[in-house]
């Protein structure tokens, strides 16, 4: 029988690696409750027409790289490639803009169908955060700001934020139409999809990585000649208070995100350990999108952040740095006990053992095998722990058992009651004494 395999860019997360994720969950976490913000889970999969308007039908992401198929009722639906979309559904549907201002946080799987490669598969994830309602421009220094300090919380070195103002809706229409003509007359030197992308989206030229466009982009025209005096002054007021702050920025002209939703503010975050794909965070403002999609005009700002780019990056920085903070993170959480034990009635013992001292807060790993106490003590020596309680049917029946430090070979052993051991709140005041009586410091 041949042995299942999962899907091209569809990657496990082990054991070993999921402790990272937690961590950086965590932090995440506490940046958004002291920031006011709640979470929202939304569906993984919509239907179809969902993503189409409030993405564009003119960009690559509807275009190529959706999951789309008909379910049994004969309906469009579509896995989510992206979290923004489905939270501004989810808000309209629920009545939650009718709440006033919702300052909201997400994450999950989405899934692109894209050549996998280090950071970016079929199936990735994201973690984000959506402000509904809230159309200050100190709402996008605040998002930017609460982005900023939570990558910096998780240890990144070397970060770089960009900034730039797509205008309004007209401000672009009428950047478009001179874009596009002045594109026009250079057709021939731009690269294929540049070329493809002047007929459905030629914004997105201004993204374009290929060498040879970038260069002729260098003389194009600028959004920033076009929009609005109301537009340019609320990028003045959005920098000043970026620069309150104390967040380093550049103004990129050429930055213009990859979705067709976005108006006023833009910016990414990036890194160059991470190559071509050097993006950790990215997002802007969408005015339009919630009445786009059913709702009343609601002004409204985000940005998501790749959990698989992230993790990329934190562990070359950990490597890089093993007393950094994204080492810290990345290190697996050991157990402060583990538990040896043999034979019927010491299994019994040590299982209502383990449990109380879990009850007390600590991490006690119970070895449930019926191995020999020799290869029971080199699971816990690999465990990173660096107590080993001992219980034999001998140790029941004396009520006292070994607790051995394993660090130190020439350390003695510490005999403990089997049934104070019951009864102790914390097993730091034991350890505590016995790194006195020990001398070990």
Known sequence: ???????????????????????????AREHFSRAGIKEIRTPILEATDLFARGIGEATDVVGKEMYTFSDRGDRSCTLRPEGTASVVRAAIENGLLTQGGQRLWYEGPMFRYERPQAGRQRQFHQLGIEFLGL??????????????????????????????????????DAFRTRF??????????????????????????LDSKDKKTKVILESAPKLSELISAESR?????????????????????????????????????????????????????????????????????GWAIGLERLILLMTQQANQNPLGKSAQLSKLKKPDLYIVNQGVDAKRKALVIAQKLRDAGLRVEL?????????????????????????GDEEVKTGQAPLKYLRDSSTKNKEVSTEKLLHLDDLESLISTIHKEQNIH
């Open 233 to 301: 002054h609320r990028f003045l007021h959005v920098q000043q208070s970026l620069e309150d702050l104390g967040i380093p920025f550049q103004v990129n002209e050429q930055l213009v995100r990859g979705l067709d939703y976005y108006d006023h503010t833009a910016f990414e975050i990036t890194n160059s350990q991470l190559g071509a794909q050097s993006t950790v965070c990215g997002g802007g403002r969408y005015d339009r999108l919630v009445q786009e999609l059913g709702g009343p005009a609601t002004p409204a700002i």
């Open 180 to 205: 596009v003509s002045w594109l026009e007359s250079r057709r021939s030197e731009l690269d294929p999809d540049s070329q493809q992308r002047l007929k459905t989206n030629p914004l997105r030229i």
């Open 1 to 27: 029988m041949n042995q299942f395999k999962s899907l091209r860019g569809m990657v496990d997360v082990l054991p070993e690696q999921t402790s990272l994720w937690q961590a950086i969950e965590g932090v």
């Open 135 to 172: 159309k200050e421009p100190m709402n996008d220094a605040e998002v930017i700001s609460i982005a900023w300090h939570l990558l910096n919380d998780l240890g990144l070195k070397d970060l770089e934020l960009e900034i730039n103002s797509l205008g309004t809706e007209s401000d672009r």
């Open 367 to 391: 070895d449930s095998s019926t191995a020999s106490f020799g290869k029971q003590f080199k699971r816990a020596d690999r465990s990173g722990a660096d107590y080993a309680f001992v219980i």
